[in-house]
């Protein structure tokens, strides 16, 4: 993991605080982003006695010395891309002045030649969770109501609401009710190949740690998407004696016993009962850290992303590999510029060919689209300091620590119990996507870091949010989490914060809620659906 090298002391007096300030990543780099809030205006001295030429945002970068047309731009030490003429030092350095660099490709990567930095294990921390009959642990205790198909999504929504008001209350121990709201199940070329994705993501995702088991369907009925597709027998376990049946417990809507809409909500309402009363009889227990499944994810990236907060979630990974528990990293495009820092740090060839043959399928999915890793900053980015795709991919493999890759996980499919530690699973980069997929490998964590701010949660799983700049984090008090800024702002350490994230992990694994989970806000599941739509 990269430690950004900060031109002024770690100490930082109130006068220093004021004073221009900007940090490089690597000491062969030849730009430094800018810390100061509101940037910093031309003509002013760095510590170097570097004088800029040119206004700077913050986050943006200076140019450290000057560079001819054609030269090389190194941020993490790494190329980042090609001046477009000739740059002076103390230049902004903008995406507008540079030209991005070709892809690495897939031949002659360095393959499985790291050694694991053997890192001593981490005993004796623990959480107070719910033990599954499977053996897997949730964080919650949520009963998740399956849709087979949008068409249900509006009746399940006011069948939930019901719920909540009128039977919730009677279940103490259940944390929540939500619907399983997707844009899938019909209209689409459900035997094409790819099909295979969304469906068993939405069978993963029910079948998710957080809802304790418990398995309940509601179908249209003439979609394409049946339930026995979607959950065949054998895929789900038996919850008890009096619902053991060939296929998951369905509420269908065009059977011939509604009679009217209110008959369709009461169905559901009435089927809900007896899974709350077994939810409602789990009791947390004291669980090891090493059955945490945290999914790791940036949305709203900034330069800062890849100083403060990413790394902070980069140290907190190497602890929960050291306490025996799994993390997965994801996000396709922004990891594809890194292909070989992944692949020496694969545990084995057959880990590394993994990794190769999931990014390569993403490169030819792309491509049909006409689009190329390119498409993937968003303005938001680049307003944030991220020039291009390359930069933004260096900032965010630095979130999966420093372990070895133990697997790799393609999209929609489920963590088996003995996949354990550093996980690459793949998937696009789409905060929602991403995180319905985390879901589905059966994630029952989530860490989400962002510079820009975006208000992302999810109902089935707690996120806790991680802010890049203090700024972001005293303007948004009460939607970030933690403040890794501290690192920039205020001469915190890497680890401090790590070993911050990771205690709140603990605790919120416990059922301390995140702020997210406090103001309810749930974004919907995207399943993720290269197959065509008919």
Wanted: a neutral charge.
């Amino acid at each position: 993991m990269t430690t950004p090298i900060n031109t002024n002391s770690q100490h930082k007096t109130s006068q220093s605080l004021h004073s221009p300030r900007v940090i490089k990543m690597h000491e062969n780099d030849n730009v430094a982003i800018v810390v100061n809030d509101g940037g910093l205006p031309a003509g002013s001295v760095l510590e170097s006695g570097l004088v800029l030429k040119d206004k700077v945002p913050q986050g943006h970068k200076v140019l450290l010395c000057d560079l001819a047309q054609g030269a090389a731009i190194k941020r993490y030490n790494v190329c980042i891309g090609y001046t477009l003429k000739p740059l002076s030092a103390g230049s902004w350095v903008h995406e507008r002045l540079i030209e991005m660099p070709s892809a690495v490709g897939f031949e002659n990567l360095p393959i499985a030649n790291e050694k694991d930095p053997g890192l001593t294990p981490l005993e004796g921390y623990t959480f107070e969770g719910y033990r599954n009959k499977d053996g897997s642990v949730g964080t919650r205790n949520i009963l998740a109501i399956t849709t087979t198909v949008q068409c249900v999504a509006g009746v399940v929504a006011i069948a939930v609401n019901r719920i909540k008001s009128e039977l919730l209350p009677q279940y103490p121990n259940v944390d929540d009710v939500i619907g399983l709201e997707h844009t899938y199940g019909c209209g689409v070329a459900i035997d094409a190949p790819d099909a295979i994705i969304p469906i068993r993501t939405l069978r993963n995702i029910s079948l998710n740690p957080n809802f304790g088991g418990e398995v309940m369907v509601v179908s249209l009925g003439c979609e394409k998407l049946q339930p026995d597709r979607l959950l065949p027998p054998g895929s789900f376990p038996i919850q008890h004696e009096s619902t053991a049946q060939d296929g998951p417990q369905t509420v269908c809507l065009q059977s011939d016993s509604h009679v009217g809409f209110i008959s369709m909500i009461e169905d559901i309402v009435q089927t809900a009962r007896p899974h709350l009363e077994r939810l409602n009889a789990r009791k947390r227990e004291t669980i090891p850290a090493s059955e945490l499944i945290v999914g790791v994810q940036c949305g709203g990236s900034d330069a800062f992303s890849g100083v403060t907060a990413n790394p902070a979630v980069g140290f907190a990974a190497d602890l929960l590999v050291r306490a025996g528990a799994t993390i997965m990293f994801s996000e396709n495009t922004e990891v594809r510029d890194g292909v070989d820092q992944l692949t020496k740090r694969c545990a084995n060839p057959s880990i590394a060919a993994d990794v190769i043959r999931e990014l390569s399928w993403y490169d030819k999915y792309l491509e049909r689209g006409r689009v190329d890793r390119s498409a993937n900053t968003t303005p938001g980015n680049k307003a944030g300091g991220l020039s291009n795709i390359v930069e933004k991919a260096m900032g965010s493999i630095i979130k999966s620590g420093t372990t070895l890759i133990q697997s790799v996980l393609p999209p929609g499919e489920k963590l088996k119990r003995d996949q354990r530690g550093l996980v690459f699973a793949a998937t696009p980069a789409s905060d929602f996507i991403c995180g319905t997929l985390q879901l589905a490998a059966g994630m029952n964590l989530h860490i989400f870091t962002t510079g820009r701010g975006t208000p992302y949660g999810l109902a089935e799983c707690p996120v806790i949010k991680v802010a890049t700049r203090t700024d972001l984090a005293r303007r948004w008090h009460d939607l970030m989490d933690v403040n890794a800024g501290r690192i920039a702002s205020e001469g915190a350490s890497i680890e401090e914060v790590g070993w911050e994230l990771f205690h709140l992990m603990l605790a919120v694994a416990s059922g301390k809620k995140t702020y997210a989970e406090q103001w309810k806000l749930h974004n919907a599941l995207v399943l993720f659906n290269p197959a065509p739509v008919t």
